[in-house]
C-alpha cells in the first residue's frame, strides 16, 4: 500500500510563512508528479500548485510569488513554502501525488489534509 503524510499546518499571522510537507512511503515504484490543493470552508477544493518531474511549476494565481513548491524525489516528498500569508490563504491543504506501484499503473493519492489558519 501507499501512504501519504503531510505536516507543517499551523495558526499563523498575516505576513507570516509556512513550509507544508508530504511524504509518501510504501511500495513506490515512481512518483511522476505532485500538486497541493487546498479546501477552504464552504469552498469547493483547488488547485494550488504543481510540479512535475521535469522539475516545472505551475500556480494558482492567487499564490503566484508567495508559494514555492519543490520536491525531495530521493524521499518521494513534495513541499510547499508559503510565504506573505493572508487570511484568504485559510483552508486545509492536500497533497496529491500520482504514483506508480511495481508492476502497476499509475495512480492519484491523497494526503489526508492539514490545517492552515492565517489570523488577520
Known amino acids: 500500500q501507499v501512504q501519504l503524510a503531510e505536516s507543517g499546518g499551523a495558526l499563523v499571522q498575516a505576513g507570516g510563512s509556512l513550509r507544508l510537507s508530504c511524504t509518501a512511503s510504501?511500495?513506490?515504484?515512481?512518483?511522476?508528479?505532485m500538486a497541493w490543493y487546498r479546501q477552504a470552508p464552504g469552498k469547493q477544493r483547488e488547485l494550488v500548485a504543481t510540479i512535475n518531474t521535469g522539475g516545472n511549476t505551475n500556480y494558482a494565481d492567487s499564490v503566484k510569488g508567495r508559494f514555492t513548491i519543490s520536491t525531495d524525489n530521493a524521499k518521494n516528498t513534495v513541499y510547499l513554502q508559503m510565504n506573505s500569508l493572508k487570511p484568504e490563504d485559510t483552508a486545509v491543504y492536500y497533497c496529491n501525488l500520482l504514483i506508480t506501484k511495481p508492476g502497476d499503473y499509475g495512480m492519484a493519492y491523497w494526503g489526508k489534509g492539514t490545517l492552515v489558519t492565517v489570523s488577520s
Open positions: 510504501g511500495r513506490i515504484f515512481s512518483v511522476n508528479a
